[in-house]
């Protein structure tokens, strides 16, 4: 089921601050922000050749990620997604498996386009999982 | 500078559930656990196609994922690592831009037989961040 790692997302205080962290200290290619008000963040990304970095900011009041930042005013490490073939099947063998998916268990769709769903940390190791559809 | 994603490192407190959880759950591929005791831990890869996770257990009393775990019982994300092509011209830039360096500042042999270095999270967006020699 599990597929290839699509990104690991880093969540920041201070988008532009982290870009220069990544363009500049470490000499990555970063593109330039968007902003994704359905989803309540600004985001860049980082090619790391076989995979990518996403680097998310809050945006708005509701952001999905203020929490985070409150516990790790500095940033952190928020989350990571994988692809699957068919992400309704993978929902339905997960919940047959007992394992929580957020919200209300539909898919929706992601920062790239396509259908994802998160999976609840407490069943994945401390890690909130995003499953995307490949 | 930054070239490929080479892992992600996921620490867990029982590596038998943790494998139970991505091999059977999740349908990944996880290999046979490696005890590490120079890096104070026990390991299992997971094969994404395009890059790897690590699940690390503790090993030993000094373990360097022992700290983590106290503040993350349940595991988390515990650092990243990108290769580089060249560790001491990496470390040798990341020094002039006033980025800290774990230990004493010359590469280790890592897990996987290469030079490694670990970079302080304060300076990375609150991430462990692992440079290995390509």
Redo the contacts between chains.
Sequence with gaps: ?????NH?A?A?PDLAA?TA??R?????KVTQPQTLPEHGVTVVF?D????K?E?LEPLGENSPIAAFLEK?P????HH?C?EVDDIIVSRD??KA?G?RILGDGDPKIGAHGKPVLFLH???????LVELEQA
Tied chains: 1, 2.
């Design positions: 089921m599990l597929g290839r790692l690991v880093i920041v982290a962290v990544y500049d200290t470490l000499g990555a980082i790391t050749v076989n995979t970095i680097l790790n500095a940033g952190g490490m990571i994988y063998r997960l498996a394992a940390p407490k069943d994945f190791l401390g890690t």
